[in-house]
């Protein structure tokens, strides 16, 4: 079955910079991939996600790469606010079939330093 | 916008016990799932559902797992009887299924535990 991993597991800023966060997938068959951000005891929210025919996609301050052939996606946060401040989950997942189950990566716990 | 809805967010009871977590996904979704989270930890794939049906299950969902959708409505998850290892985050979920819309929207979770 599919396998994420992700890193860092911890990652700390200075307000107004940048964070980068990188996931792996196991399964070359995966096609989608999101990012869940979920802060303190809430549900995790989607903020971006990909699917496997772009390689780049970009909302406001958030963008996310894919590289299929290394089996690799990356979260870019620019011009980083205290509300960003949040645990940042990957996801992949073998989409367009009917199940659609997400794998997660183990999480990535950004502080943001005022 | 709409969400999806859990009740109830916070749940106690005993190892050995049956506990019953309810859902109430957003109406006209068609795909339902349930997810947990053990604190600190990943979240976990549980089981999917579609069409009155599981359509995948992970090897947590093992024979004291049971899912149902009793009406048009709610999408409940069971289990029968309690372990303390089931003490974590129950994450309900569910997608559209039209339009090429692969976005899974989370509820606000139940926190059970199990003692």
């Known amino acids: 079955g599919e396998n994420v991993e992700q890193h860092p597991s911890t990652l700390s800023v200075q307000e107004g910079d940048s964070a980068v966060i990188k996931c792996t997938y196991s399964d070359s068959a995966s096609n989608y991939f999101p990012w869940y951000k979920q802060e303190l005891g809430k549900r995790p929210q989607l903020i971006i996600d990909?699917?496997?025919?772009?390689g780049e996609k970009k909302d406001q301050r958030i963008a996310v790469t894919l590289n299929k052939t290394a089996k690799h996606f990356s979260l870019h946060i620019t011009e980083t606010q205290p509300e960003d401040s949040a645990v940042y989950f990957c996801a992949a997942s073998l989409s367009g079939f009917g199940n659609e189950k997400l794998t997660f990566g183990t999480g990535t716990r950004l502080t943001i330093i005022p | 916008e709409p969400e999806v809805t859990q009740t109830p967010s916070h749940q106690v009871t005993q190892m050995g016990q049956e506990v019953i977590l309810r859902c109430v996904p957003i109406s006209n979704h068609l795909y339902f799932y349930w997810y947990r989270q053990i604190l600190g930890q990943k979240v976990e794939f549980l089981v999917s559902?579609?069409?009155?049906?599981?359509?995948?299950k992970s090897e947590i969902f093992d024979d004291q797992f049971s899912v149902e959708r009793p009406d048009g409505s709610n999408f409940t998850l069971k289990i029968r009887s309690t372990k303390l290892e089931d003490s974590a985050m129950y994450f309900c979920a569910s997608r559209a299924g039209t339009g090429g819309n692969y976005e899974q929207y989370f509820g606000p979770g139940t926190r059970l535990t199990v003692t």
């Open positions: 990909i699917r496997s025919n772009v």
């Open positions: 559902f579609y069409n009155n049906e599981i359509s995948e």
